[in-house]
């Protein structure tokens, strides 16, 4: 069974940093591209980041561009996103969620996700 598990979330000021990490189990996680993904209250859930497979193609929503960075290291399974310069709008559950062969921004096209992990941005 395909599990992925987000971690790495909680509470920080503005302009501050948090790393999310998006650990896979079950499956091995070379083959998938990870994409990462958050949902504010009241809001529609929203792709972020998405990396190849092999970790050489990334991209990135206007929203977040030159601000997060998206990682991976096969070895471990585990996809990252480091979040710089914080803003209290970036509140939100974020998720990580697998699928094949390309990368994509649509909730639709992904086939399994995390339970989300909760990032408050607050002063």
């Known amino acids: 069974q395909l599990q992925l598990v987000e971690s790495g979330g909680g509470l920080v000021q503005p302009g501050g940093s948090l790393r999310l990490s998006c650990a896979a189990s079950?499956?091995?996680?070379?083959?998938?591209?990870i994409g990462w993904f958050r949902q504010a209250p009241g809001k529609e859930r929203e792709g972020l980041s998405c990396?190849?497979?092999?970790?050489?193609?990334?991209n990135y929503a206007n929203s977040v561009k030159g601000r997060f960075t998206i990682s991976r290291d096969n070895a471990k399974n585990t996809v990252y996103l480091e979040m710089n310069s914080l803003k209290p709008e970036d509140t939100a559950v974020y998720y990580c969620?697998?699928?094949?062969?390309?990368?994509?921004?649509?909730?639709?096209?992904?086939?399994?996700w995390g339970q989300g992990t909760q990032v408050t941005v607050s002063s």
């Open positions: 990396i190849s497979s092999s970790g050489d193609s990334t």
């Open positions: 079950g499956f091995i996680l070379d083959y998938y591209v």
């Open positions: 969620a697998s699928r094949m062969p390309y990368c994509s921004h649509y909730v639709r096209e992904y086939d399994d």
